[in-house]
């Protein structure tokens, strides 16, 4: 039966969508949604729950975070204020942030790109209290869905309050998993595809994806700005409901005003590389190839062995098993809420614009991280993409370092939209996971197999630190209390990695379902033809860069820091794919691929 719907999916349904939405004789992805007809259709899926690895774990069993009930013991202690844990752990000293000798920014930005491909945990709609309609931004008590974050007196941020505005994740609808869940047990959603399909470039819904096209386009192309251009290269387009709350150059007129972007996933106006990275693929989507499987092809290949280490990919991916339908591949909520977050600390606290020659950009300076949040303004009007992209390409990320582990720019000047204050990422990460109920670090640690730290010559073992240990100790009291998340991140790098061995192997998990549970993935036998494959393989991030920006020079890994010249190829020597290979119409089961 199953076979039978493979091939009308390979065939019928393509043809069907293809009449509807496709343009170009080089078209090799056109729609990546579809779902029914699969044996768990809702398995990766928009707006199902994430994934549960481990039960959920509750102060009232069903629905209250942990740390909701003031004076609640843990291990015989109450949980920390997750910003006292930022405020004693994350910025220890003022020492300097390192930089990472071996990879550049682009790594950490196509880490960020990638994680809003697969995740996308919703907040409550509601910015009020159920019961009583306090507004989530003024009051400092818990009441669903409100979980403010208290401050401790010397840890206050710009409003002054005694506690930051937190709201709580949406309760999941629909849920894919019955295993792991106790009737009746709060979970959270995903509300973007967990697949690696380019949802950030359409949408994770057919609906949204209308909304994106250019109607008036007989090719079905995505729509592009009408406003500005970039030296003759399209922006995204803006978002309809204007003005928009983007940030506007200061002094500008307001017939200037230059709004949020508009794209397949709403946070592309979070920064500026990560604009620019959705920017790339608008206009790399207009020549009718396949985003969706670069996408897969470019993380797979060049970005996870770099972050969880070869060893550690050979143990918990391995080569290509092919397609196994009894493999999820929905977003794990340990995966979403903290894993994957170990970017946050390797984001660097500047962000580089260089000219041709990958010096400092003489017009536009480098600018501090929260000059960048939600201010597209600084694209149409600052040189486009190009410094932006140079800067990722030759500058380093930021070497998670355990004497100053994030940067004081996302510890104290995050904005999020909607909340008229700043913010701090590593408290709101860890908030997350309390309001996720997710258990904690040493439960983690013992469902990927390893020793639980039950001591502090445990942790000292696995932290490399000693004078970190006794920080993470004083605040928490016993090693079971530690938040997932930080644990996680404190752990010594894995050979070759910028992830210790729980988020390795929590990460490696997760990409192994990701790509073991797709059906569409590039890999599996049917979806393309062997020769598509070895030319797929030809593609890279340095080519896209090439064909879609002004950028004349790169390095042939772009996540790899090199000097500049030395190490740079120009974009003529950057191996570009042989659209032979998809010419032959006759091969139809290759030639309509679908995702
Ligand atoms: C300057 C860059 C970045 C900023 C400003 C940023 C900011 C944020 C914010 C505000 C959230 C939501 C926090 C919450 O309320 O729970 C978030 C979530 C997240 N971030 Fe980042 N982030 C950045 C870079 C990264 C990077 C480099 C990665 C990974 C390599 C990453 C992975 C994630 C993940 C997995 C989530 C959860 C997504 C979800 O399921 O909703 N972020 N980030
Ligand atoms: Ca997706």
Same mark, same amino acid.
């Given at each position: 039966f199953y076979d039978l719907i493979y091939f009308l999916l390979y065939t019928a349904v393509p043809l069907y969508s293809l009449k509807m939405q496709c343009h170009e004789t +080089?078209?090799?992805?056109?729609?990546?949604?579809? +779902?029914? +007809? &699969?044996?768990?259709?809702?398995?990766?899926?928009?707006n199902t729950g994430l994934a549960r690895w481990l039960p959920a774990e509750y102060e009232d069993e069903e629905n209250q975070p942990k740390g909701w009930n003031t004076g609640r013991q843990y291990s015989g202690f109450q949980l920390p204020l997750v910003r006292e844990v930022s405020n004693e752990i994350m910025c220890g000293s003022s020492m300097a942030v390192l930089e990472d000798s071996a990879y550049s920014q682009m790594l950490v930005d196509w880490g960020q790109y990638i994680d809003h491909d697969i995740s996308f945990t919703p907040q409550s709609s509601s910015r009020s209290t159920f019961a009583e309609g306090r507004d989530c931004l003024h009051t400092c008590s818990n009441a669903d869905p409100c979980f403010p974050m208290q401050t401790p007196k010397e840890g206050k941020l710009s409003s002054n309050k005694s506690c930051l505005p937190f709201f709580r994740s949406s309760p999941a609808c629909?849920?894919?998993?019955?295993?792991? &869940?106790?009737?009746?047990q709060r979970q959270q959603m995903n509300s973007v595809t967990s697949f690696i399909d380019a949802s950030t470039v359409y949408g994770p819904s057919a609906d949204l994806e209308k909304t994106l096209r250019n109607l008036s386009s007989s090719e079905g192309l995505l729509a592009v700005n009408s406003e500005y251009s970039d030296d003759g290269r399209p922006y995204l387009p803006f978002v309809s409901v204007q003005p928009s709350a983007c940030l506007q150059e200061p002094g500008s007129e307001p017939a200037a005003r230059v709004e949020c972007f508009t794209a397949g996933d709403s946070r592309v106006n979070e920064i500026l590389p990560l604009s620019v990275l959705h920017t790339l693929w608008v206009r790399e989507s207009a020549k009718g190839t396949s985003d969706g499987h670069f996408t897969e092809i470019i993380t797979m290949r060049d970005y996870v062995p770099k972050i969880m280490g070869r060893e550690a990919f050979d143990e918990y991916l391995g080569p290509y098993a092919g397609y196994n339908d009894s493999v999820n591949p929905s977003v794990s909520n340990v995966f979403a809420t903290a894993a994957f977050r170990f970017g946050h600390v390797t984001i660097s606290p500047r962000l580089r614009r260089l000219n041709e020659s990958f010096q400092e950009h003489q017009r536009f300076s480098s600018l501090s991280l929260h000059q960048t949040f939600f201010s597209p303004w600084r694209l149409v009007r600052e040189g486009g993409l190009d410094p932006v992209l140079r800067g990722l390409l030759g500058r380093p990320a930021a070497l998670q370092n355990q004497e100053h582990l994030m940067t004081e720019e996302l510890k104290e000047r995050l904005l999020v939209l909607n909340i008229p204050e700043t913010l701090d990422l590593a408290a709101l990460n860890l908030q997350r996971g309390r309001d996720h109920g997710l258990p904690g670090y040493n439960d983690w640690r013992a469902f990927c197999g390893f020793d639980r730290a039950e001591t502090r010559s445990d942790l000292v073992e696995l932290v490399g630190s000693g004078v970190l240990v006794e920080k993470i100790m004083d605040v928490y009291g016993h090693p079971n209390n530690i938040d997932v998340w930080l644990g996680g991140l404190l752990e010594r790098p894995v050979s070759g990695a910028r992830t210790g061995p729980l988020f390795a192997c929590l990460i490696g998990k997760q990409m192994k379902t990701l790509r073991e549970g797709d059906r569409f993935w590039w890999e599996h036998p049917g979806v393309f033809s062997p020769k598509q494959r070895q030319e797929l393989q030809t593609h890279s991030l340095s080519r896209v860069i090439c064909d879609n920006s002004g950028v004349t020079e790169v390095p042939l890994d772009p996540f790899r820091l090199g000097s500049y010249p030395e190490d740079f190829v120009f974009c003529g020597n950057v191996p570009s794919m042989d659209l032979e290979a998809w010419r032959d119409v006759k091969n139809v089961k290759y030639y309509y691929n679908l995702k």
């Open positions: +080089f078209l090799i992805t056109c729609i990546h949604t579809v +779902f029914f +007809f &699969r044996k768990n259709p809702l398995w990766g899926a928009a629909i849920n894919v998993q019955t295993d792991m &869940r106790p009737a009746g």
